[in-house]
């Protein structure tokens, strides 16, 4: 049985953090489906930053709709949009399978609107209609900005990937912003099973402190926070607070680790996949690692159920000089920042093709 099989009977969803057209024209990602486990995917603007910018597979399409008059923002997403309705009809039997609890496709808003509640609100409900799947999520950042935004779009009935979370105390937010739109909506007399995960961003706490850290406690950092916040998950399934909404007919927001390709060369190429083994839970990882788990992974026992360990290794890193809710607040703010960044050069490389294909 291989090591993504293995994962996948723990109970994890694995999930690949990847879309292109070729990816799906191919027949990559149904092979993926069909022999490597994958039950889902991911996507983000510097994802599709590449898919474009690095492949003729959208020419057609941006020439087209560019001599239509169509704008360069909703081009992009009208591009988006067909890729992930086409990978939402593939996972669509696992997510009819499991009953709504996997199979799913994720598309983001603008990173612009991070901190802007509102608007971000009104772009899911566009979006999510448009896309017209219901196993869609639409991606909002968990910024404190962010909390009113997946509150409301919860409310209104948009499945939410909460993203940017890089703390306990991140997660924890996310999570309650999602029972808030959810007690609302019993309040109301709504169904409150609209679906959610919150996506914990892995990788990059251990990039931070790569050279910051003595040797015994390098690599280690992402983990324990991984540990710590699957902790608080499991704590907040069993709440009264919880419970009470899954009677009314909740489902659980998911606890989705992100970022889990290894960014320390001298660290395993697996090293956030088989530490990261948890029921109930999704690892969406980069097509790279995917394949690297699939040849040479192991499942290393399911993550610790009550978080001890990783409080044991979070007080050490605390001592040798890192504060972690500095670090934490800075990542956010980096990872917002570089998704910013992302979209202004998916933007320009949709206008210069949209120009040179205009003209040709």
Do not use: C
Request: net charge negative; charged share 20%; aromatic share 6%.
């Amino acid at each position: 049985m291989k090591a993504t099989q293995n994962l996948h009977a723990a109970g994890q969803s694995l999930w690949l953090d990847n879309i292109t057209r070729d990816l799906l024209t191919s027949g990559t990602l149904k092979h993926y489906i069909d022999t490597l486990s994958i039950t889902g995917l991911t996507s983000n603007p510097t994802i599709f930053d590449h898919a474009v910018s690095k492949s003729a597979a959208y020419d057609s399409d941006i020439q087209a709709m560019t001599k239509s008059g169509v704008q360069t923002e909703d081009l992009f997403f009208r591009l988006a949009i067909a890729d992930l309705q086409q990978a939402a009809d593939l996972f669509r039997p696992i997510h009819d399978r499991t009953a709504g609890v996997d199979g799913w496709v994720s598309l983001e808003v603008s990173p612009l609107l991070a901190y802007d509640a509102q608007k971000s609100v009104n772009a899911a409900k566009s979006l999510h209609a448009a896309a017209a799947r219901p196993n869609l999520f639409i991606k909002i950042p968990g910024t404190k900005e962010g909390a009113s935004a997946i509150e409301e779009a919860i409310f209104s009935g948009v499945p939410v990937n909460v993203t940017l979370l890089f703390s306990r105390s991140h997660y924890v937010a996310a999570a309650e912003a999602y029972m808030r739109g959810l007690e609302r909506r019993v309040a109301a007399g709504l169904s409150p099973d609209v679906r959610s995960v919150a996506s914990l961003f892995v990788s990059r706490w251990d990039k931070a402190t790569m050279d910051k850290l003595p040797g015994g406690l390098r690599d280690r950092l992402g983990i324990a926070v991984a540990e710590s916040s699957y902790a608080a998950y499991r704590d907040l399934i069993d709440s009264d607070r919880w419970q009470r909404l899954e009677n009314f007919g909740a489902r659980p927001q998911r606890l989705l680790f992100a970022s889990t390709g290894t960014k320390d060369p001298k660290a395993p190429d697996t090293l956030y996949i088989g530490a990261l083994a948890a029921p109930n839970t999704v690892n969406t990882m980069p097509e790279e690692t995917l394949l690297d788990f699939a040849d040479h992974g192991n499942v290393d026992g399911l993550l610790a159920r009550d978080g001890r360990r990783a409080s044991a290794t979070l007080s050490e890193i605390a001592k040798a000089g890192v504060d972690l809710d500095a670090l934490a607040a800075d990542l956010q703010s980096e990872g917002a920042k570089s998704f910013d960044e992302s979209w202004a050069n998916l933007l320009k490389a949709i206008e210069t093709k949209s120009h040179a294909l205009h003209h040709s």
